[in-house]
T-cell receptor, first 114, second 111 residues
Framework: GAVVSQHPSRVICKSGTSVKIECRSL??????MFWYRQFPKQSLMLMAT?????????EQGVEKDKFLINHASLTLSTLTVTSAHPEDSSFYIC??????????FGQGTRLTVV | QKEVEQNSGPLSVPEGAIASLNCTYS??????FFWYRQYSGKSPELIMS????GDKEDGRFTAQLNKASQYVSLLIRDSQPSDSATYLC???????????FGAGTTVTVRA
């Protein structure tokens, strides 16, 4: 399958700081990437759809000013959690769609806000 | 009604047995269906995709799709301890590349 690389895999930050997570498609171009959040023992919840060259589309209830998404190229999307708080601690996962409807996931980023 | 529902589990099967996972979805017009495997602490891994009614086999995995019943299933034959994971059913509900996920079924294969 296609390879999606997500970095960092784990990050601990202080409350009030910002954290940037990168998602790269390594062997294909992805005009569309997706950002998910997963709390323990729960399923994936879609946060936003990242479109190359245009603004991201956020799901209902997701604050666009808190979760900044930039999709500057066909292989890179970034999610920045701004002014992080302990309740933002979660597993953040990106996925990229290959063009034939199959989506492949990055390794995920475990964010802990202390 | 949830958009994608899975049998809640957990499901415990002995090694060598067949594990059967079920999933129903709400949008009759959906065209793309996927099964992902997620090990604890890891991200989901695509194991099967199915688009047409009937069965699709890949190694020890068989996906079955019945669009009339809005039902998709996954069979794992000759279950191995390494198959112990949470299996997520995902449906492209509105054919816009966004996937809706079920809550997942946790499978434990007993050695």
């Amino acid at each position: 399958g296609a390879v999606v690389s997500q970095h960092p895999s784990r990050v601990i930050c202080k409350s009030g700081t910002s954290v940037k997570i990168e998602c790269r498609s390594l062997d294909f171009q992805a005009t569309t990437m997706f950002w998910y959040r997963q709390f323990p023992k729960q399923s994936l919840m879609l946060m936003a759809t990242s479109n190359e060259g245009s603004k991201a589309t956020y799901e209902q209830g997701v604050e666009k000013d808190k979760f900044l998404i930039n999709h500057a190229s066909l292989t890179l999307s970034t999610l920045t959690v701004t002014s992080a708080h302990p309740e933002d601690s979660s597993f953040y996962i990106c996925s990229a769609e290959t063009g034939n409807t199959e989506a492949f996931f990055g390794q995920g980023t475990r964010l802990t806000v202390v | 009604q949830k958009e994608v529902e899975q049998n809640s589990g957990p499901l415990s099967v002995p090694e060598g047995a067949i594990a059967s996972l079920n999933c129903t979805y709400s949008d009759r017009g959906s065209q793309s269906f996927f099964w992902y495997r997620q090990y604890s602490g890891k991200s989901p891994e695509l194991i099967m995709s199915i688009y047409s009614n009937g069965d699709k086999e890949d190694g020890r995995f068989t996906a079955q799709l019945n669009k009339a019943s809005q039902y998709v299933s996954l069979l794992i034959r000759d279950s191995q301890p390494s198959d112990s994971a949470t299996y997520l059913c995902a449906v492209n509900l509105r054919n816009d590349y966004k996937l809706s996920f079920g809550a997942g079924t946790t499978v434990t294969v007993r050695a």
